[in-house]
């Protein structure tokens, strides 16, 4: 991969992770209610998560995925029914705050693999970006260049790309803890992301497959 094209695909990766999504929603729950360090978890398993969309793709199974109608429903509907689970959770979350620290008190925080799987599948289990790559990947591929290298330079660039930017997300969001000293204002938090996580969840029950399938790579 030449830099011009490596250019090109950084940009893109870069707009793609800015652009608020399940992950970056996610990213931003868990660091408002557990903090940047606990949250680095979370991160993680959004970027395996995105690992395994990219090796799809990457395979040309995503291809299938996407001209499949049964396939693509199927996904379509872990993933959406994931993040309605989610957010439902959080709706009816009642975790706490400790006073010194702002942060959620030990009882309260999911353990490290809870946290690392609600990151995973709520990436691995997305149509949106198994379309996105199947539709992208292509266009920053050269034929005449090894294949295996060019996808690790993609994958090495997008998960970069993605961990700087939700963990990005995830400290913007603790820096609001100190808002969030009293039962009220935790309630609200809670019903705000919860409310996002359901309504993204709902929205994934629209998405359709692409009309036009990219070729496997």
């Keep these: 991969m030449d830099i011009h094209t490596w250019t090109a695909y950084f940009l893109a990766a870069t707009l793609i992770a800015i652009s608020p999504g399940s992950g970056a929603i996610l990213a931003m729950s868990h660091g408002l209610n557990y903090g940047v360090r606990r949250t680095h978890t979370t991160i993680a398993g959004l970027q395996a998560g995105l690992l395994v969309i990219l090796l799809v793709a990457g395979a040309g199974v995503g291809s299938l995925l996407v001209a499949s109608e049964l396939a693509f429903s199927m996904v379509k509907t872990l993933g959406a029914a994931y993040l309605i689970y989610l957010g439902w959770s959080q709706w009816r979350s009642t975790s706490t705050l400790t006073p010194e620290s702002g942060t959620s008190t030990d009882a309260d925080v999911l353990p490290a693999g809870r946290r690392w799987l609600s990151g995973f599948l709520t990436n691995v289990t997305n149509p949106k970006g198994i379309v996105f790559m199947v539709a992208v990947l292509p266009q920053f591929i050269s034929p005449g260049r090894p294949l295996w290298l060019q996808l690790l330079v993609i994958a090495l660039t997008t998960l970069a790309v993605d961990t700087v930017v939700m963990h990005g997300y995830a400290f913007a969001a603790s820096r609001l803890q ?22 993204v969840g709902t929205g994934l029950f629209f998405v359709k497959r692409s009309q036009q399938v990219a070729q496997p790579i």
């Design 178 to 199: 100190t808002l969030f000293k009293n039962a009220q204002a935790i309630k609200l938090q809670n019903r705000v992301f919860g409310g996002l996580l359901m309504a």
